[in-house]
């Protein structure tokens, strides 16, 4: 059956990376939650929803649907909306700077939430978010909160962004992941803090390997 392992943490952390091969390793189900905020919040800049009215948002709620799909190829578990597979639209810095506004909405987090517990009914699952060891899996065998300098978590996203637009600029990266970090952590509903159960990872100076060794370590003390 296996656990459930959580990872929670600041913005461009390395959460995903982290969380992809452990499962990977593991053999588990990975899911991105944040991939499911990004999700809603491209439904309601594509169909000009109003997400400040309550009526609008659960109105435009029902006519979504989130599925993830394992794609061989790839080797990665990516996210569709209504059908389609929108694993790379929801990487843009344009969904990046709204998905904060829409990710602190009651309705909106409500509605994920209960997706995200059920994606976890089987357990063998890792989750990453902000949440995901406090709210949505407050019983996880493994909650694991990642940290790392902001210098750092800039310039990763930075590489990474670039890639794909190089008219992109560090201060633009920088201000988004100021402002999520400041949103994310002082919403009403679930901001994102460390479960007083989860193990804090600093990552400024861990490869992929050390980090992923890290994690394996405190594994290996529940089996
Ligand atoms: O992990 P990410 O950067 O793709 O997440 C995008 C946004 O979604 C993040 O700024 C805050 C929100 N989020 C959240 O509120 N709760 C989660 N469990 C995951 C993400």
Known sequence: MGFIITIDGWSACGKSTLAKALAKKLGYAYIDSGAMYRAITLYFLRNHVDWTEAKEVKQALKDITIEFHFNDKTQQSEIYLNGENIEYVIRDLVIAEKVSDVAAIKEVRTFAVAQQQKLGVKKGIVMDGRD??????????????????????????????????????????????????????????????????????????????????FALQLLKKLV
């Open 132 to 213: 995901i060891g406090t709210t949505v899996f407050p019983s996880a065998e493994l909650k694991i909160f990642m940290v790392a300098d902001e210098r750092v978590r800039v310039e990763r996203r930075f590489k990474e962004l670039f890639e794909k637009n190089p008219n992109i600029t560090i201060e633009e990266i920088k201000t988004n992941v100021e402002l999520r970090d400041y949103i994310d952590s002082h919403r009403e509903v679930s901001p994102l803090r460390k479960a007083d159960d989860a193990i804090e990872l600093d990552n400024t100076n861990l490869t992929e390997k050390e980090q992923l060794d």
